[in-house]
């Protein structure tokens, strides 16, 4: 499973950015948060695994949980 470090929370409009290994920063929403995680458990600085989607505008974190 990738995984990545919460870079940026946009909390009021529920989205982030992960930092990840050699790649630029994965975009992702709340709604593609894991049944078990809420926007309100993230900080900065967490360590998450996800799946790679392909989004509107490009590759973003989907079924995002805690690593």
Excluded at 4 to 13: C, E, H, P
Excluded at 43 to 51: C, F
Aim: hydrophobic content about 35%; glycine content about 12%; cysteine-free.
């Amino acid at each position: 499973m990738p995984q990545g470090k919460i870079k940026r929370l946009v909390a009021d409009r529920g989205f982030g950015f992960l930092e990840t290994d050699g790649s630029d920063d994965l975009f992702f929403h709340l709604s593609a948060l894991a049944d078990d995680l809420s926007f309100e458990d993230l900080a900065e600085g967490d360590v998450l695994e996800y799946d790679l989607g392909d989004g509107p505008k490009g590759k973003r974190a989907e079924n995002v949980r805690r690593a």
